[in-house]
């Protein structure tokens, strides 16, 4: 679509297209939204809570609200990031006290990532609220999966209190090969599967992806005034490196090269809107990552100056007209890098959910020809992804599905 891929052209309905879209987020009301649909629910309970701090109700912590509704809390399940999110990406989580609420808090990340019997013990019901992003790879599905699992097998059922997937307008990248599952990607799914946590859930009940092919007794707060054409700003940041909106629209296609030898701007103040690394010849950006505490406590090229792309613009002015996944910038980043033996790292592999990408760059493959191979497991998902969603699909044909 772009001559050069980190160029683009302005469409001339974005300004009209992105204030019609944010007048349909703004109306959008969440499923922690609605305490009357499950506050009775919760009565007389003892609820463990999988929360973040995107967990909010207006400005009030689903904590404190559920606190203030005299519902008994008994344990808080922290995912990656932490519950209070102020731990940087793959950094260990410890579990404890929590200070501010003195409630246990259970980590769900590092080598205990699903619950135990002894966890769930004094738990009557879990809820989970959690605010995705719409990319396979951001592990917070992979914690409903495990807890999922866990209250399966220990006959605790499980309400999720679902909201918007911010990149939920479009269904685009490779289908994860199961060779390939990992916590980064454990289910067959593209690496945008424009679904909400609710109706992901549903999808790994349905498909039998669980355990043994155990079903989680599952309940789902709808939204309202929400479908898959809405573009919605979220109110909170998912996690310390995706701060805005054009790092969450970028991340699906730029995660990608968290498996390179290139910086996505951890340590800066444009984290996932840039790409670089020291020496690079071409660019018109440059930046020097540094140590954040929480954020980036040791980035990738701390201290250095890195050349390269800001994204931004494109972000804002391009992807939301025509989502899809963009490769352009990985294949031409590629045949620029003059260590291409070591661009590649294991990582990526996982990233993508299968070898088949990285060998196709490496054969000089074209974005179009790279996009071709997915189309057939791509419809195959989209026809089973139709079976669980709980809100009206986009309607637009985007290039992708072409």
């Known amino acids: 679509m772009f001559n050069n891929p980190f160029e683009y052209k302005k469409p001339f309905v974005l300004f009209l297209f992105l204030f019609v879209f944010t007048c349909i987020s703004a109306q959008v009301i969440t499923g922690a939204e609605q305490p009357d649909k499950y506050l009775p629910m919760l009565h007389n309970k003892r609820v463990a809570l999988a929360v973040n701090p995107t967990s909010m109700i207006g400005g009030m912590h689903l904590v404190d609200s559920l606190k203030k509704h ?9 995912p990656e990031h932490g519950f209070r999110g102020n731990a940087e990406a793959g950094a260990s989580i410890k579990s404890g006290m929590d200070k501010k609420t003195k409630l246990p808090v259970i980590s769900l990340y590092g080598k205990h990532k699903k619950p135990t019997p002894q966890d769930l013990s004094k738990v009557d019901i879990v809820v989970f609220d959690m605010q995705d992003v719409g990319a396979r790879f951001y592990t917070y599905i992979s914690t409903l999966h495990y807890i999922m699992e866990a209250c399966a097998e220990n006959n605790k059922p499980l309400l999720v209190l679902d909201r918007p997937n911010p990149n939920g307008f479009y269904v685009d990248g490779p289908v994860l090969d199961p060779k390939f599952s990992s916590f980064i990607g454990m289910h067959p799914v593209p690496i945008a599967h424009g679904m909400t946590i609710g109706e992901y859930a ?3 009940n349905g498909e039998g992806w669980l355990n043994k092919g155990l079903a989680c007794k599952l309940t789902v707060i709808k939204m309202e005034n929400y479908d898959h054409n809405t573009r919605y700003n979220l109110p909170v940041k998912p996690s310390p490196n995706l701060p805005t909106m054009e790092s969450v629209y970028l991340y699906p296609s730029i995660c990608l090269f968290e498996g390179t030898n290139f910086s996505l701007g951890r340590g800066t103040s444009t984290p996932f809107e840039c790409v670089g690394k020291p020496g690079l010849k071409s660019g018109t950006y440059t930046f020097t990552p540094r140590s954040i505490k929480g954020v980036a406590d040791n980035p990738p090229y701390m201290n250095k ?34 260590a291409q033996l070591s661009f590649f790292t294991p990582f990526f592999d996982k ?3 299968t070898d088949q990408l990285r060998l196709q760059i490496v054969a000089g493959k074209s974005e179009e020809e790279i996009r071709k191979s997915w189309q057939a497991d791509l419809r195959k998902f989209r026809d089973m992804r139709l079976k669980y969603l709980l809100y009206k699909d986009f309607s637009v044909i985007y290039s992708s599905e072409k």
Request: hydrophobic content about 50%; some cysteine.
């Open 305 to 338: 100056e890195c050349k390269g792309f800001l994204l931004t613009a494109f972000a804002k002015n391009v992807f939301p007209a025509n989502p899809r996944i963009y490769l352009s910038w990985l294949i031409d980043l590629y045949h620029q890098d003059t």
């Open 202 to 204: 549903q999808m790994i």
């Open 70 to 78: 005299k519902i008994k809390i008994t344990a808080i399940l922290a």
């Open 351 to 353: 990233l993508a959910g």
